[in-house]
């Protein structure tokens, strides 16, 4: 806690590596809101997760409770998520929430501040309906008369949806607590990640027959053509360029242009737009903007797949996006508990010498997690039909004697080849479940309540970076092991094989940046799964050769370090 009152004090940024259990959430909120300098500055707490807003609007209230904290908080939900009309259509004619808005919202504004503390799903909803507006813009004019707002990064690091009413300007009095913070490379890289194929301007060309326009969305497709030609030519599925094809930026630029004047005509006729044209103009304006930040942190790819080609703007290094944001705010705070090693996350998220760190050990008793290594068996690829029986007896070793287990794979197709052969040598009474990746929201909630209280021995199989592999928390008897199987490597691939080089190129560190470091990441949020609270104790086994060598070796934590070498 003093470490973020000193950094909020300084306005500088914190990196903070806590393990789970450690009260991350209250450790950073209660010195943020007791800190601010001003009755003006605001806190922002950006999570990716629905679970962990619930968490920190949890730890607010509990403030509230305990320490007579007087302050207004609101959690921002997703459009889709929180329109009550029967359909997500924003305008006047389609929903009646969206009518006479702004002659309303100033009472229902009033009522909800004068009553409630807490601006959450059910009070925004419960006042939206009262007053007939819009649920989701009712919580965006919210958002000013609160002092702390727990939302998505999206409304923070995307250009497309940030928050202009606080980020367009002065930004000084805000202060950033960025939990869950691994998962800010994957998601402000594909903020900033995207394409221009055959789908969009085929849409735009079915739906107006204009020949302006037409000829406009043909010199688009006619270059998006030469470039399936030349991947032909070379015989490849996907090509990388440095630079921008500045005639595709001059060409869409020109076709908005067509398409704005379009769009006036038609309003001017009392006429509707297509709501696919619509997505498709937003689209293409969307990769102006981020045409407009390219960088050397991005590049170019090019890829082909049947009838499809798709001109991609990608996002490999965030590094100054972020900075661009956190460099201009009173303070940041980037803190989960598998934010290590720290160097890896400060450099790609826009940290420098003056950033500070924080790694605290873990809380919890070590001999509470049993910790295996099992090096004798070999997951890499072109060994895993030989290896999936060994693999397969080793799992049932582990949980023959009962409890509740999950069992972590690199891939689908692994989990499936494995799961197979588990299922003809098990001969223990248990309720197998195998994670899918077509599953719904129902099946996915369906599979996690399983493992509940009782005494039904269940062994999970599922995949490392998924739903079941970070997020959920099962204290006690609900978890009792994991068994992790390979190393987490993302897929080797030419797109993942280009972004090694580039970090090669950036850092020196190509192999440990593109590989290593984000498929340990992994490993590390399914072993977070077992030990949750001072009270908890578990297994976790580690099948693969290469935890036993160095460049791994030196990633364990310090609560790792009494792992045992097995062969079952």
Not at 5 to 10: A, N, P, R
Not at 373 to 385: E, G, L, Q
Request: net charge negative.
């Amino acid at each position: 806690m003093d470490s973020v009152s000193e950094v909020i004090k300084d306005k500088g940024t914190l990196f903070v590596c806590a393990p789970t259990g450690i009260g991350k959430s209250l450790g950073t909120l209660y010195p943020a809101l007791t800190s601010l300098p001003t009755k003006d500055t605001k806190i922002f707490y950006l999570t990716a997760k629905s679970m962990i807003k619930e968490v920190a609007r949890d730890t607010i209230n509990l403030l509230r409770k305990r320490s007579k904290l007087k302050i207004k908080s609101l959690v921002m939900t997703a459009k889709e998520k929180i329109c009550i009309n029967d359909c997500v259509k924003c305008n006047p004619k389609d929903c009646p929430y969206a009518k006479d808005f702004y002659k309303k919202v100033n009472q229902a504004v009033v009522d909800i501040y004068t009553h409630e503390d807490d601006f959450n799903y059910d009070s925004i909803v419960h006042y939206a309906y009262k007053y007939e507006i819009c649920p989701f813009e009712y919580q965006l004019t919210l958002s000013l008369y609160s002092d702390c707002i727990i939302c998505d990064y999206n409304y923070v690091f995307d250009l497309r949806v940030y928050l202009r009413r606080f980020f367009e300007y002065d930004t000084s009095n805000i202060i950033l607590l960025i939990d869950e913070a691994h998962n800010m490379y994957d998601r402000v890289c594909g903020m900033y990640t995207i394409s221009l194929n055959f789908n969009i301007l085929n849409t735009i060309y079915q739906h107006i027959n204009n020949e302006e326009i037409r000829n406009s969305v043909n010199s688009l497709i006619v270059t998006l053509k030469q470039y399936e030609t030349d991947l032909s030519l070379r015989k490849k599925d996907a090509l990388k360029f440095l630079d921008l094809d500045m005639s595709i930026i001059d060409n869409i630029e020109s076709l908005l242009d067509k398409l704005e004047k379009h769009f006036d005509i038609l309003h001017n006729q009392g006429e509707e737009i297509n709501e696919e044209l619509w997505d498709c103009y937003y689209e293409l304006s969307n990769f102006l903007k981020i045409a407009a930040v390219y960088s050397s942190d991005f590049f170019v790819w090019v890829t082909k797949n049947k009838e499809e080609v798709n001109y991609q703007i990608t996002c490999v290094n965030p590094r100054a996006l972020i900075k661009n944001r956190t460099s201009k705010v009173l303070s940041t705070v980037f803190f989960s508990a598998t934010l290590h090693p720290l160097d890896y996350y400060i450099s790609l998220y826009g940290g420098d010498e003056t950033s500070r760190t924080l790694f605290l050990p873990s809380p919890f008793k070590q001999e509470n997690l049993a910790l295996y290594v099992n090096p004798y068996i070999s997951t890499k690829y072109n060994n895993r039909d030989n290896t999936k029986y060994k693999i397969a007896y080793q799992i049932h070793d582990v949980i023959k004697h009962g409890g509740k287990y999950l069992v972590y794979f690199p891939s689908y197709q692994y989990l499936e080849m494995v799961f197979q052969v588990f299922k003809k040598i098990n001969e223990t009474d248990l309720l197998l479940l195998k994670q899918t990746s077509d599953m719904t929201e129902v099946e996915k909630n369906n599979f996690i309540k399983q493992f509940d209280d009782s005494n039904t021995n269940i062994v999970g199989f599922a995949v490392l970076g998924g739903q079941f592999a970070e997020g959920i928390d099962l204290k006690g008897e609900k978890l009792n092991g994991v068994i992790i199987v390979g190393v987490g490597l993302p897929t080797f691939d030419a797109f993942r094989e280009e972004l090694r080089a580039y970090f090669d190129a950036v850092y020196h560190k190509g192999y440990q940046y593109a590989y290593i470091y984000p498929g340990f990441n992994k490993v590390l949020q399914a072993v977070g799964r077992v030990i949750r609270d001072e009270n908890d104790e578990g297994i976790a086994v580690l099948i693969d050769e290469r935890y036993i060598k160095s460049e791994y070796l030196k990633l364990f934590p310090p609560h790792w370090r009494h792992y045992q070498i097995i062969d079952w």
